[in-house]
């Protein structure tokens, strides 16, 4: 990795723009990207981490997350309700990159000719993705009141036995 760092963390970046363009062109299929910096709480983008909205699918983020496992043996990153996180990493390769577009196109064809699939999706789609965040009333420090200074006479010292038995607090 020494003697190597920067090529393989140039193919990892190089990597991870060729995926997001496949699956960019996969129709219903949405990717984020740099349009999304900008908006509330999205302050930059780590090019490796390929989020990949599934709403248009009618699909939940779980349900693919366990066909492409079960399916295809492709474990991805997370998933949530609506989302399936991808990691593209130094091990990664071309080859891989083809294949988890393959599957995707194979999970859409499957969605299509499958529309059962998609019936649990109603009741999940009208879910706001991002949580209701109360306004700022008062400022923690105001509450709680201003950090105070502990001199080392006021600081209880712990001491902790360890047995063979285990540890405990004397």
């Known amino acids: 990795?020494?003697?190597?760092?920067?090529?393989?963390?140039?193919?990892?970046?190089?990597?991870?723009?060729?995926?997001?363009?496949?699956?960019?062109?996969?129709?219903?299929?949405?990717?984020?990207?740099?349009?999304?910096?900008?908006?509330?709480?999205?302050?930059?983008?780590?090019?490796?981490?390929?989020?990949?909205?599934?709403?248009?699918?009618?699909?939940?983020?779980?349900?693919?997350?366990?066909?492409?496992?079960?399916?295809?043996?492709?474990?991805?990153e997370m998933s949530d309700v609506f989302n399936l996180l991808l990691l593209v990493t130094f091990v990664n390769w071309q080859s891989d990159v083809n294949y988890l577009y393959e599957a995707l196109t194979e999970m859409k064809e499957y969605i299509k000719k499958n529309p059962g699939v998609t019936h649990s999706y109603s009741a999940i789609q009208d879910i706001n993705p991002f949580p209701f965040i109360p306004d700022l009333v008062m400022p923690p420090g105001r509450l709680f009141g201003p950090p105070t200074l502990l001199s080392l006479q006021t600081v209880l010292v712990i001491k902790i036995k360890v047995t063979s038995y285990g540890a405990r607090v004397e």
Do not use: C, Y
Request: charged fraction near 30%.
């Open 1 to 76: 990795m020494a003697g190597h760092g920067r090529q393989l963390a140039e193919n990892v970046l190089e990597l991870s723009w060729i995926l997001r363009k496949k699956i960019k062109d996969i129709e219903e299929f949405n990717v984020f990207g740099e349009e999304m910096i900008g908006r509330p709480g999205v302050f930059g983008l780590d090019p490796t981490k390929i989020n990949i909205s599934l709403r248009n699918l009618k699909v939940s983020g779980l349900w693919a997350e366990s066909w492409l496992r079960e399916k295809v043996h492709i474990q991805v």
